[in-house]
């Protein structure tokens, strides 16, 4: 049962679940990795049978396989992935940065170059579910982008198979190449490479503790997206929520994981208890409901403020992976939010909204990183470069300010390599 305390009686570090592994991640991860950099797709090929069950004769996906999923998923779902993937091209489009010049002083140029990553990887989630949702949200901007290779590691079936609305959600985001590998393995296998699976520049896209870690540890021979942990919602509602709906979107994302994080922030005692009975009631009806209820039963909170101002300010405190402003006239309260992944406006927009269909992204910063992080978009697939080009009489005009400022630092060698340029005299 969700429990309900006011917001004096609970430490805001204690909001939102801190998963502590159970055994040591981090030195299992590390050894999977140095057995993958040593023995490449052979070690693939026995993680796959280790972890999935799996014995596979390739590791690729191939192009009769992709063409038997377009056949095996239905055409309404088909169409759906489109309509979703429009939205979403929509609205990553808006974010496409461009080059810049600068030439407003005589003999002085400046400027940024935007080159999209040549390689990118992408982690799709398997085992307790699949989430063709999470190819779209990480392809479609990568493509936008002008990524030159997209290339997916999800877990295979037992059966050496990939879910067919994962390769159909590929086919439909334009994603290059796709392989049966999953876990810790592949997150090795690319960042450094096999002899099936190409290394990448960077790797984005969800998984559980191992995956978390292991894009950790590679970092640095590779970038990373961010290390998401479980899923959250935070719902600020006030007295007029409608507690079917509110205990409907708790669930929503407690039913991700039973470390899930379910938090419902009101300025109603009424609305509160309602609402926990409606978590009550509708948690058992979900066929997920092991999964829910456990994590609305450690994680799941009810807090009590004074007001709505004191809601938003909880909300920041927590720096929520998903905001749910459940009040009327939201955006009267948007400037007032600092730290969120994902904001949702007024009591029609429910969370699953910007999962599947919305457009804005799904892949977000999680455990309070959003004071920090954004939620994935155009800007993780391109790095930029600057440039400067100076003539010989505009670098004359600052070549002292520059060996004032060196010298200042006492760097000498600074100041006399532009000091150099001015005098044919060798210092001694």
């Given at each position: 049962m969700m429990k309900i305390m006011k917001y004096s009686e609970v430490p805001m570090d204690e909001v939102f679940a801190r998963s502590v592994p159970e055994v040591d991640v981090a030195a299992i991860v590390k050894d999977i990795i140095e057995t993958v950099r040593a023995r490449g797709?052979?070690?693939?090929?026995?993680?796959?049978?280790?972890?999935?069950?799996?014995?596979?004769?390739?590791?690729?996906?191939?192009?009769?396989?992709?063409?038997?999923?377009?056949?095996?998923?239905?055409?309404?779902?088909?169409?759906?992935?489109?309509?979703?993937?429009?939205?979403?091209?929509?609205?990553?489009?808006?974010?496409?940065?461009?080059?810049?010049?600068?030439?407003?002083?005589?003999?002085?140029?400046?400027?940024?170059?935007?080159?999209?990553?040549?390689?990118?990887?992408?982690?799709?989630?398997?085992?307790?579910?699949?989430?063709?949702?999470?190819?779209?949200?990480?392809?479609?901007?990568?493509?936008?982008?002008?990524?030159?290779?997209?290339?997916?590691?999800?877990?295979?079936?037992?059966?050496?198979?990939?879910?067919?609305?994962?390769?159909?959600?590929?086919?439909?985001?334009?994603?290059?190449?796709?392989?049966?590998?999953?876990?810790?393995?592949?997150?090795a296998a690319l960042a450094y490479g096999t002899e099936s699976i190409p290394g990448v520049d960077k790797i984005v896209g969800p998984g559980n503790a191992f995956v978390a870690e292991a894009k950790k540890q590679v970092f640095g021979r590779v970038a990373i997206d961010m290390i998401a942990g479980p899923s959250e919602i935070l719902i600020v509602a006030d007295g007029k929520g409608n507690p079917r709906h509110l205990a409907a979107d708790l669930l929503s994302q407690a039913e991700h994981d039973k470390l899930a994080s379910a938090v419902l922030v009101t300025d109603s005692p009424e609305l509160a208890l309602a609402v926990q009975a409606e978590v009550e009631r509708q948690v058992r009806l979900l066929p997920r409901v092991e999964i829910a209820s456990a994590?609305?039963?450690?994680?799941?909170?009810?807090?009590?403020?004074?007001?709505?101002?004191?809601?938003?300010?909880?909300?920041?405190?927590?720096?929520?992976?998903?905001?749910?402003?459940?009040v009327d006239n939201p955006f009267d309260y948007l400037e007032q939010v600092k730290h969120?992944?994902?904001?949702?406006?007024?009591?029609?927009?429910?969370?699953?909204?910007?999962?599947?269909?919305?457009?804005?992204?799904?892949?977000?910063?999680?455990?309070?990183?959003?004071?920090?992080?954004?939620?994935?978009?155009v800007d993780d697939f391109v790095k930029k470069s600057q440039y400067t080009y100076f003539t010989a009489p505009a670098l004359g005009e600052v070549a002292e300010k520059i060996a004032r400022f060196a010298r200042k630092e006492g760097l000498e060698g600074h100041a006399r390599s532009v000091l150099s340029r001015f005098s044919d005299e060798t210092p001694t």
């Open positions: 797709d052979a070690a693939l090929y026995e993680y796959c049978a280790k972890f999935d069950r799996a014995r596979l004769s390739s590791l690729e996906v191939s192009e009769a396989e992709f063409d038997a999923a377009m056949q095996a998923v239905e055409p309404e779902f088909i169409e759906v992935l489109q309509t979703a993937a429009a939205n979403i091209r929509a609205f990553h489009e808006k974010q496409l940065r461009t080059s810049f010049i600068i030439a407003e002083k005589d003999g002085v140029v400046m400027g940024q170059k935007v080159t999209p990553l040549e390689r990118v990887g992408l982690y799709v989630p398997g085992g307790t579910a699949a989430y063709p949702s999470t190819v779209l949200m990480d392809a479609i901007p990568a493509k936008i982008a002008g990524c030159g290779q997209l290339v997916i590691t999800t877990p295979p079936a037992a059966d050496g198979t990939v879910d067919p609305a994962i390769l159909a959600a590929a086919q439909v985001a334009g994603v290059d190449r796709v392989f049966k590998v999953g876990g810790a393995q592949a997150i994590s609305i039963d450690k994680n799941g909170k009810i807090i009590v403020a004074d007001d709505l101002s004191q809601a938003i300010e909880i909300a920041n405190a927590i720096a929520p992976e998903h905001l749910e402003l459940c969120a992944g994902s904001i949702f406006m007024g009591r029609n927009c429910p969370e699953a909204l910007g999962d599947y269909l919305a457009g804005p992204n799904h892949t977000l910063p999680t455990g309070g990183t959003a004071r920090f992080y954004s939620p994935l978009s």
